[in-house]
């Protein structure tokens, strides 16, 4: 059972501390990869498809070869010729699934705008730029395809000769019998049918890569804004450039957000070592804003039936659902995990539902590749769910908040195991939907709505419950899914002879504040000041191994190796005090970082202290081995489900359809909080990327296949005056699965502020009959929902 201990009395975790790394990267002195000089240094360009599908009949590179400053163009072929490996290969492998050959550089086939066909490597990044329109490209179009569904349900070309169907896997949990026959005993059925559009991540810093091939040593070092450097040496390696791993040095310096979009193995970055592999220069290549819409994995992008089955009595017998996920074009590493598996077991949301049944087809579109972005899976999966209680409360004529109370897991049946294939480690759903419903007035608010709608006035009050499953792991139950990386997380805890603390940990921050939170773990653990802790990450030649940043897996699995690493150390300490202190290890107390004897207090030792008789070796234990550190992996033995309900209020002009965002109210439980600043942070952008996709985002295509949101003025991600402040709040249920308590925070947001804007929507329409619209919701759909335009 739990290990996590009463935080009540600690110096440095659970405290609002600022952020260490706000300085360097406030004040401009962080190094980012684009900052990343090197002598010799020159500059790849691409250039991409113009076309949704087309083959490539030809290339004529010679006028661009000749132009000023060029050094070399490549094509595919050139690729090819190499005799590289040259695959981008998935590292998810579902049963059944389709694995078309995917290559650095297209060949033959152009399968969506924006694929890569040729490099141009130029002395600065504008001449090689320039020299991209004078590569001649000449096609053949071919018929494309954009929609997950008109993919698999239509007659049109595939994307891939490897998929006729374009069907990439067909996904199935649960027991489709059982679960009909629940449908069929139960009083009345519902559905509801759903479009999740596509989501454009948008991270602040474009993608680059800076990479330097050493051509005596035949290593590799590259620097790139990734969210997990070892995957990426891993993937990089074997699959793509064929040099061995403990040859090739990945680092993510400072790295400008991600959401989910800096995870992948991109042919983009593989080009740019590639380039530097031939020409024994240095290769800088980085994204323009607009080429990060068009190569930037998406998210999202889920057509989708969904059906519940409800008794009179207001409880839930079984949820059915079917979904088209697109996936683009080609096989993201994680595509295909996301809207399978992360999707299909958050399904139960935080509800006890007997039956559970999901089918995901995946299709390929000639699109740009999808895969996770903030809440992968679980976002689309708690929409689903969150609809689907919305729709069913309106058919018992229920309110919808009591209606979820009733269908609540209690909080005596945790850990629970859902119908849905997960268990759930703690959770107090209750408390939590108490709090925020208390906090926002929900009772005066549905008498407030009455009245204004007497009014001709049209309040809104959405409820959205979610549940997460954060932290990707453990391995053993990733590897019977088909991932082809482990769930743990690895750390290096080391006293430095002077006293002071560095800690190395596999994962990599893109704005998260581990700088922060992971010296606050460690100081806690061995009783030093949080400003004797250097955390590093990010460069796999300090840091061994690691797993990375995703799947909000730092806190628990990061920082849960963190802790484990910091106690053996600590131990080792004590047991050097106790020598030197002549006392025996039993004896002896640890407190605020200062050891002593037991009765004795006169007779102590500061851990820091200890530390310098560690290296200085003269007098340790027998048998004991001089230094202070400790390397640890950890694979937690389930994920953590951090929870909670968010409350909005909207109020929907009926002249227009603008809807005007009045109130919003987060209730968060992410276990222990290590601080509660940074916590408040990641809710905070969680809940306006949540905003983003109810409201205004949203990728489009047109119909030749054209990405017509491209730019930051086509693409609405919502700006700070769009939204009110938010009214947070958290419980704290710790979870019993990691030495600390926590669970994640860093997606909770995005999952649970969608589905409650829409409900908030929705409800404001009950009078006009409306139980249900897609996102984004823009006033042009509510005005037509109300009958405008009629
Ligand atoms: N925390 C605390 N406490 C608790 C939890 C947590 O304090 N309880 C904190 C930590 O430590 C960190 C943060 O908070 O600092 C977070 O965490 P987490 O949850 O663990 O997570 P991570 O792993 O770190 O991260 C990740 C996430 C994700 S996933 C995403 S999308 C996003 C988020 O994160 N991204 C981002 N957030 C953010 N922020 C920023 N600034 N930026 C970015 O980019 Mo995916 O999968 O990738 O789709």
Redesign the pocket.
């Known amino acids: 059972m739990s290990d996590a201990e009463d935080r009540s009395d600690k110096r440095v975790f659970g405290k609002a501390i600022k952020r260490n790394e706000d300085i360097p990267l406030l004040t401009g002195s962080a190094t980012y990869t684009d900052d990343v000089m090197l002598r010799e240094m020159v500059h790849l360009a691409i250039r991409r498809s113009d076309h949704a599908h087309a083959t490539i009949v030809d290339i004529d590179t010679s006028e661009a070869e000749a132009m000023d400053g060029v050094i070399a163009v490549y094509t595919g072929e050139d690729v090819v010729e190499s005799g590289v490996p040259n695959t981008i290969p998935t590292a998810w492998m579902l049963p059944g699934l389709v694995t078309p050959q995917y290559r650095m550089l297209a060949v033959d086939k152009v399968r969506h705008e924006g694929d890569g066909i040729a490099a141009v490597v130029a002395e600065t990044p504008e001449k090689a730029r320039d020299a991209l329109d004078a590569i001649e490209v000449t096609y053949e179009k071919l018929e494309h395809v954009t929609d997950p569904v008109d993919a698999v349900e239509s007659d049109v070309p595939p994307v891939h000769d490897e998929a006729a169907d374009n069907v990439a896997f067909d996904f199935e949990l649960g027991e489709k019998d059982v679960v009909d026959e629940a449908f069929e005993a139960a009083d009345h059925v519902v559905s509801v049918d759903l479009r999740q559009p596509r989501i454009i991540?948008n991270?602040m810093e474009p993608r680059a890569a800076v990479a330097d091939w050493d051509r005596g040593t035949e290593e590799l070092r590259i620097w790139m804004t990734s969210?997990n450097p070892h995957l990426h040496r891993m993937l990089l390696s074997a699959g793509t450039l064929g040099v061995p791993e403990n040859k090739i040095q990945v680092i993510a310096p400072e790295?400008?957000?991600?959401?989910?979009?800096?995870?992948y193995h991109y042919p983009d970055e593989a080009v740019t070592a590639w380039c530097s592999m031939q020409l024994g220069r240095p290769v800088k290549w980085k994204a323009s804003r607009m080429e990060a819409y068009v190569t930037d994995c998406h998210?999202r992008d889920h057509t989708t039936t969904a059906e519940i089955a409800v008794n009179d009595d207001g409880t839930v017998q079984g949820v059915r659902v079917e979904t088209y996920a697109g996936l683009g074009a080609q096989l993201s590493q994680?595509a295909t995990a996301t809207p399978s598996y992360l999707y299909s077991t958050i399904l139960s949301g935080e509800y006890a539902i007997p039956a559970i049944y999901c089918r995901v087809i995946g299709a390929f579109t000639n699109t740009t590749p999808v895969?996770?972005?903030?809440?992968?899976g679980r976002a689309e999966g708690i929409y689903v769910i969150e609809r689907l209680m919305d729709v069913a409360a309106r058919e018992l004529d229920m309110d919808p908040a009591e209606f979820r109370r009733r269908n609540l897991i209690p909080a005596d049946q945790f850990p629970y195991q859902t119908a849905a294939a997960v268990i759930y480690d703690s959770g107090e759903y209750e408390r939590a939907m108490d709090t925020a419903l208390e906090h926002i007035g929900y009772d005066d608010l549905r008498e407030r709505q009455k009245a204004l709608r007497e009014e001709g006035r049209y309040l809104g009050i959405g409820v959205g419950n979610f549940v997460e499953s954060?932290?990707?792991s453990p391995s053993g139950l990733a590897g019977d899914l088909g991932a082809q990386a482990g769930g743990w997380e690895s750390s290096i805890v080391r006293f430095d002879s002077t006293g002071t603390v560095t800690v190395l940990v596999g994962?990599a921050?893109?704005?998260?504040?581990?700088r922060?939170?992971?010296a606050?773990?460690a100081a806690e653990e061995l009783g030093v000041d949080i400003d004797a802790v250097n955390v590093v990450e990010g460069d796999t030649d300090q840091i061994p191994q690691g797993m990375g940043?995703?799947?909000?897996?730092?806190?628990?699995?990061?920082?849960g190796a963190i802790a484990r690493g910091a106690r053996d150390v600590r131990e080792k300490a004590r047991e050097i005090a106790a020598h030197q202190l002549e006392a025996s290890v039993e004896d002896i107390g640890f407190d605020d970082g200062e050891f002593h004897v037991v009765g004795a207090p006169d007779r102590s030792m500061h851990i820091q202290a200890v530390a310098a008789q560690a290296y200085l070796g003269h007098n340790l234990p027998e048998e004991m081995d001089p230094g202070l550190e400790s390397t640890n992996f950890y694979d937690p033995e389930n994920f953590t489900f951090?929870f909670g309900t968010h409350v909005a209020v909207v109020e929907i002009d009926p002249e227009t359809g603008a809807i005007d965002l009045e109130r919003y109210v987060a209730v968060d439980d992410?276990?222990?909080?290590?601080?509660?600043l940074?916590?408040e942070?990641?809710v905070h952008?969680?809940i306006a990327q949540g905003i983003g996709a109810a409201l205004y985002e949203g990728a489009v295509y047109d119909d030749d296949g054209h990405l017509t949101t491209r730019r930051m003025d086509e693409y609405a991600v919502p700006h700070a005056t769009y939204l009110p402040d938010f009214e947070t709040e958290n419980t704290v249920t710790p979870s019993p699965h990691n030495p600390?308590?926590?669970?994640?925070?860093?997606?909770?947001a995005?999952i649970a502020a969608a589905p409650t804007i829409v409900s908030a929507v929705v409800d404001a329409l009950e009078p006009f009959g409306v139980t249900h619209l897609d996102m984004p919701i823009t006033p042009e759909r509510v005005w037509r929902a109300m009958g405008g335009g009629d």
């Open positions: 991540p991270a969210q790295v400008g957000g991600g959401f989910g979009s800096k995870i998210g994680f895969d996770a972005y903030r809440g992968a954060a932290g990707l994962t921050d893109q704005g998260q504040g581990h922060t939170t992971f606050q773990i940043t995703y799947g909000s897996r730092s806190a628990s699995v990061g920082g951090p992410c276990g222990e909080i290590i601080n509660p940074i916590v942070g990641q952008g969680g600390i308590g926590v669970k994640g925070v860093g997606e909770s995005t």
